[in-house]
């Protein structure tokens, strides 16, 4: 059986017709979706408060946003992050399994067509339609461009107010993760190698060879790319790579015993990173020298940083640990498989697996300020 992230990398290639809609108020008596909640007083940490059904085929990160939780799946929903009510649904003409972006008061989404949408209501503000070949994908925001994802090996930018073309570039192999934007460089992770263009021109700047790994999305620090790596049907190497962001020359790369299937995540001077043999590991972001282990139960999957509490997730599991010391502090078996990047919400983390279920764990309280 191929991992958990390598099908979430597949799940892009699924499809799902439906009709462009809005179902405004649904409740959990009726429509394709149900929120089931659990009392909100007095829950321990790590208890499911509530779970919601998107019907997507990946495991997903919700974005938060003007007090709404977004879900992509086989629509896009708003909810509420109390209960998990939804709010509005929107139908999309593929199944919607990436991550909502934020752009002011609209809300960009792919799933077949690229849309945006009122924030607020659902209504579509702009829709660009799908190219032949495929649909949007993996979408990014920044200096009034989208950047998404246009079918299996195309990367498309159109303007963030009006849905306009302003570019496009091909790519070697399909998008695996939403493209970073750095001091007017795009980072994007693909299936064959991690590419940096010019955010202004689409016009390529450098490709860095992975060796046919997975990768995740690149966290950019100055002059340094961190990505993770796994193996691709026994092709490619385990890791966290450092890559230079000027030339894409590898500065160091530091092995793991499992796949690394999170971004590495920058602390100040800390660099956290999970792998999927169980380990959390703080890494020199300078060498790449592997300064602590810490083995857990389930990593690998997703790795989230709220208020000094560093989050990983695996197949199964939830875990929460100091950031300073990696010491575990609680954790969350809930009945999942394949879990993505948590979000840490209020008193509250929002958590999506493989088969597009979003619970809402009961976390640290917030003090009040």
């Known amino acids: 059986m191929s991992s958990p992230l390598v099908r979430r990398r597949q799940a892009l290639l699924g499809a799902l017709g439906a009709a462009g809609s809005v179902l405004v108020g649904c409740s959990n008596d009726g429509g394709p979706a149900r929120a089931k909640p659990s009392p909100q007083q007095s829950l321990p940490q790590g208890t499911v408060r509530w779970t919601f059904e998107s019907y997507g085929t990946a495991a997903v990160t919700p974005a938060f946003a003007h007090g709404k939780l977004f879900v992509g799946g086989a629509s896009v929903f708003a909810l509420d992050p109390g209960d998990g009510r939804v709010l509005w649904e929107r139908k999309t003409d593929d199944i919607a399994d990436c991550t909502p972006v934020i752009v002011g008061d609209a809300l ?19 829709r660009r339609p799908a190219v032949s070949g495929g649909g949007f994908h993996h979408a990014s925001h920044a200096d009034g461009l989208v950047v998404a994802g246009s079918g299996p090996t195309e990367v ?17 192999g399909h998008l695996l993760e939403p493209p970073r934007v750095a001091d007017g460089t795009i980072y994007l992770s693909c299936a064959d190698g991690l590419h940096a263009l010019d955010a202004s021109t689409g016009a390529r700047r450098w490709s860095a ?15 340094q790319a ?6 691709s049907q026994s092709v490619g190497v385990l890791g966290v790579r450092a890559i230079d962001t000027a030339s894409g020359r590898t500065l160091w790369h530091a092995k793991t015993d499992g796949f690394v299937g999170a971004p590495p995540l ?8 999970t792998d999927a043999s169980g380990a959390v590991l703080v890494v020199d972001p300078l060498t790449g020298a592997i300064r602590t282990r810490t083995d857990i139960e389930d990593a690998g999957h997703g790795l989230a940083l709220d208020r000094g509490v560093l989050y990983t997730c695996g197949v199964n599991n939830l875990t929460a640990l100091n950031a300073a010391t990696h010491t575990p502090l609680w954790s969350s078996r809930p009945d999942a498989f394949g879990l993505n990047t948590a979000l840490p919400l209020q008193d509250t983390v929002i958590l999506g697996d493989d088969a597009g279920i979003i619970r809402a764990i009961a976390g640290p309280a917030r003090t009040p300020q």
């Open 108 to 126: 960009i989404v792919t799933g077949g067509d690229l849309q945006a949408l009122d924030a607020q209501t659902g209504a579509v503000r702009w």
């Open 156 to 172: 498309r930018a159109v303007d963030a107010a009006t849905g306009e073309d302003r570019w496009h570039t091909p790519l070697g």
């Open 209 to 223: 060879d992975t060796e046919g790994s997975l990768i995740t999305a690149a966290t950019i620090a100055g002059t």
């Open 226 to 231: 961190f990505i993770g790596m796994a193996k």
């Open 266 to 273: 920058l602390d100040g001077h800390t660099l956290h990173a």
